[in-house]
Protein backbone atom coordinates (compact mmCIF):
# COMPACT_ATOMS: atom_id res chain seq x y z
CA UNK A 1 0.00 0.00 0.00
CA UNK A 2 1.39 3.28 -1.12
CA UNK A 3 1.66 6.40 1.30
CA UNK A 4 -0.43 9.00 1.36
CA UNK A 5 1.00 12.26 1.06
CA UNK A 6 -1.32 15.53 1.46
CA UNK A 7 1.07 18.91 0.16
CA UNK A 8 -1.03 21.70 1.71
CA UNK A 9 0.03 24.87 0.12
CA UNK A 10 -0.65 28.86 0.00
CA UNK A 11 0.65 30.91 -2.57
CA UNK A 12 0.09 34.64 -3.33
CA UNK A 13 2.31 34.68 -6.72
CA UNK A 14 2.91 31.45 -7.64
CA UNK A 15 6.31 30.31 -5.67
CA UNK A 16 4.67 27.94 -2.91
CA UNK A 17 2.73 26.56 -5.79
CA UNK A 18 5.70 25.46 -7.86
CA UNK A 19 6.96 24.24 -4.40
CA UNK A 20 4.64 21.78 -4.21
CA UNK A 21 3.84 21.50 -8.01
CA UNK A 22 7.57 19.94 -7.63
CA UNK A 23 6.93 18.41 -4.02
CA UNK A 24 4.07 16.43 -5.87
CA UNK A 25 6.24 15.22 -9.05
CA UNK A 26 9.05 13.90 -6.86
CA UNK A 27 6.21 11.93 -4.90
CA UNK A 28 4.56 10.33 -7.74
CA UNK A 29 7.87 9.22 -8.81
CA UNK A 30 8.42 7.63 -5.83
CA UNK A 31 5.44 6.20 -5.82
CA UNK A 32 3.09 7.68 -3.32
CA UNK A 33 -0.63 8.58 -3.59
CA UNK A 34 -0.58 12.55 -3.59
CA UNK A 35 -3.33 15.02 -3.17
CA UNK A 36 -1.93 18.33 -4.09
CA UNK A 37 -4.33 21.19 -1.66
CA UNK A 38 -4.51 25.10 -1.40
CA UNK A 39 -5.74 26.63 1.69
CA UNK A 40 -8.37 28.72 1.68
CA UNK A 41 -8.29 32.52 0.69
CA UNK A 42 -8.90 35.38 2.89
CA UNK A 43 -7.89 38.45 1.66
CA UNK A 44 -10.80 40.31 -0.04
CA UNK A 45 -11.25 39.54 -4.14
CA UNK A 46 -11.05 43.23 -4.34
CA UNK A 47 -7.47 43.46 -3.00
CA UNK A 48 -6.61 40.36 -5.39
CA UNK A 49 -8.36 41.64 -8.66
CA UNK A 50 -5.71 44.74 -8.15
CA UNK A 51 -2.52 42.80 -8.79
CA UNK A 52 -2.43 40.99 -11.80
CA UNK A 53 0.19 38.05 -10.73
CA UNK A 54 -1.99 37.55 -7.52
CA UNK A 55 -5.11 37.58 -9.82
CA UNK A 56 -3.55 35.17 -12.19
CA UNK A 57 -2.46 32.67 -9.91
CA UNK A 58 -6.09 32.65 -8.59
CA UNK A 59 -7.07 32.00 -11.88
CA UNK A 60 -4.73 29.38 -12.96
CA UNK A 61 -5.56 27.34 -9.39
CA UNK A 62 -8.91 27.09 -9.50
CA UNK A 63 -9.28 23.25 -9.99
CA UNK A 64 -6.96 22.60 -7.30
CA UNK A 65 -8.92 21.37 -4.38
CA UNK A 66 -9.19 23.28 -1.18
CA UNK A 67 -7.83 21.68 2.04
CA UNK A 68 -9.98 20.33 4.38
CA UNK A 69 -9.71 18.13 7.70
CA UNK A 70 -10.96 15.26 6.08
CA UNK A 71 -7.61 15.70 3.93
CA UNK A 72 -5.18 15.56 6.86
CA UNK A 73 -7.16 12.26 8.33
CA UNK A 74 -6.51 10.79 4.96
CA UNK A 75 -2.99 11.52 4.76
CA UNK A 76 0.06 9.67 6.22
CA UNK A 77 2.42 12.42 6.08
CA UNK A 78 1.64 16.22 4.89
CA UNK A 79 4.21 18.57 3.65
CA UNK A 80 3.41 22.11 4.29
CA UNK A 81 4.33 25.67 1.55
CA UNK A 82 3.68 28.90 2.75
CA UNK A 83 5.38 31.74 2.10
CA UNK A 84 6.65 34.32 5.23
CA UNK A 85 4.78 36.88 6.53
CA UNK A 86 7.02 39.40 8.81
CA UNK A 87 8.49 35.93 9.61
CA UNK A 88 5.59 34.20 10.43
CA UNK A 89 2.72 32.08 8.63
CA UNK A 90 0.63 33.78 6.61
CA UNK A 91 -3.02 34.57 7.89
CA UNK A 92 -4.44 31.77 5.53
CA UNK A 93 -2.44 29.06 6.50
CA UNK A 94 -2.81 30.03 9.89
CA UNK A 95 -6.22 30.12 10.03
CA UNK A 96 -6.44 26.30 8.06
CA UNK A 97 -4.51 25.06 11.39
CA UNK A 98 -6.36 26.46 13.68
CA UNK A 99 -9.71 25.04 12.64
CA UNK A 100 -8.17 21.26 12.67
CA UNK A 101 -9.12 21.16 16.72
CA UNK A 102 -11.73 18.45 15.41
CA UNK A 103 -8.83 16.02 14.51
CA UNK A 104 -6.37 17.26 17.22
CA UNK A 105 -9.01 16.61 20.15
CA UNK A 106 -9.72 12.64 18.84
CA UNK A 107 -5.98 12.53 18.37
CA UNK A 108 -5.74 11.67 14.74
CA UNK A 109 -3.56 14.08 13.42
CA UNK A 110 -0.84 12.34 16.28
CA UNK A 111 2.13 10.43 14.67
CA UNK A 112 1.49 11.59 10.97
CA UNK A 113 5.03 12.49 9.02
CA UNK A 114 5.29 16.17 8.50
CA UNK A 115 7.83 18.61 7.01
CA UNK A 116 7.47 22.53 5.67
CA UNK A 117 8.74 24.80 3.06
CA UNK A 118 8.52 28.63 2.70
CA UNK A 119 9.93 31.55 0.61
CA UNK A 120 10.81 35.43 1.23
CA UNK A 121 11.95 38.46 -0.79
CA UNK A 122 15.36 38.16 0.92
CA UNK A 123 17.41 35.70 2.39
CA UNK A 124 17.19 36.52 6.00
CA UNK A 125 13.52 37.82 5.32
CA UNK A 126 11.94 35.33 8.15
CA UNK A 127 12.28 31.93 6.20
CA UNK A 128 13.23 29.72 9.17
CA UNK A 129 10.94 31.58 11.65
CA UNK A 130 7.85 30.97 9.22
CA UNK A 131 8.86 27.20 9.11
CA UNK A 132 9.95 26.61 13.37
CA UNK A 133 6.58 28.66 13.91
CA UNK A 134 4.55 25.86 11.69
CA UNK A 135 6.31 23.21 13.63
CA UNK A 136 5.42 24.27 16.91
CA UNK A 137 1.71 23.64 16.12
CA UNK A 138 2.52 20.27 14.83
CA UNK A 139 4.35 19.65 18.23
CA UNK A 140 0.88 20.29 19.83
CA UNK A 141 -0.61 18.11 17.37
CA UNK A 142 1.76 15.27 18.52
CA UNK A 143 2.94 14.67 14.80
CA UNK A 144 6.32 14.04 13.65
CA UNK A 145 8.61 16.64 12.34
CA UNK A 146 10.96 15.37 9.75
CA UNK A 147 13.49 18.22 9.10
CA UNK A 148 15.61 17.61 6.13
CA UNK A 149 18.42 18.77 8.32
CA UNK A 150 21.88 18.67 6.55
CA UNK A 151 21.48 15.47 5.41
CA UNK A 152 22.49 15.88 1.79
CA UNK A 153 24.40 18.09 -0.34
CA UNK A 154 21.11 19.29 -1.99
CA UNK A 155 20.46 21.08 1.03
CA UNK A 156 23.06 23.37 0.52
CA UNK A 157 23.20 24.65 -3.10
CA UNK A 158 19.01 25.81 -1.84
CA UNK A 159 20.61 28.49 0.89
CA UNK A 160 21.32 25.89 3.92
CA UNK A 161 18.08 25.99 5.91
CA UNK A 162 18.09 22.57 7.93
CA UNK A 163 14.73 23.06 9.02
CA UNK A 164 12.64 22.95 5.32
CA UNK A 165 13.02 24.24 1.90
CA UNK A 166 13.47 27.85 2.14
CA UNK A 167 13.48 29.75 -1.02
CA UNK A 168 14.36 33.43 -1.79
CA UNK A 169 12.35 35.84 -4.52
CA UNK A 170 13.74 38.42 -6.54
CA UNK A 171 11.70 41.84 -7.38
CA UNK A 172 10.70 40.13 -10.96
CA UNK A 173 9.40 37.23 -9.21
CA UNK A 174 12.08 34.36 -9.99
CA UNK A 175 13.38 31.91 -7.04
CA UNK A 176 17.42 32.96 -6.21
CA UNK A 177 18.08 29.92 -5.05
CA UNK A 178 18.35 26.31 -6.63
CA UNK A 179 15.48 24.92 -4.68
CA UNK A 180 14.18 21.80 -6.75
CA UNK A 181 16.62 19.08 -5.27
CA UNK A 182 16.37 20.12 -1.90
CA UNK A 183 12.74 19.54 -2.26
CA UNK A 184 13.02 16.39 -4.41
CA UNK A 185 14.66 15.47 -1.53
CA UNK A 186 12.76 16.68 1.50
CA UNK A 187 9.39 15.26 -0.26
CA UNK A 188 11.49 11.36 -0.74
CA UNK A 189 13.08 11.72 2.64
CA UNK A 190 9.26 12.54 4.22
CA UNK A 191 7.99 9.66 2.53
CA UNK A 192 10.46 7.54 3.92
CA UNK A 193 10.07 8.58 7.75
CA UNK A 194 6.23 8.12 7.00
CA UNK A 195 6.43 4.79 5.54
CA UNK A 196 8.57 3.50 8.96
CA UNK A 197 5.97 4.96 11.32
CA UNK A 198 2.89 2.93 9.40
Excluded at 86 to 95: D, E, H, S, V, W
Excluded at 133 to 150: C, E, F, K, N, Q
Amino acid sequence: MSTKLAIVYYSTYGTNLTMSQWAKEAAEKAGAEVRLLKVQELAPQSVIDSQPGWKAVQEATKDIPTASSADLDWADAILFSAPTRFGNLPAQMKQFLDVQGGLWSKGKLANKAVSAMTSAQNPHGGQEATILSLYTTMYHWGAIVVAPGYTDASLFTAGGNPYGTSVSVNQQGEMVEDVRGAIEYQTKRLLMIAEKLK
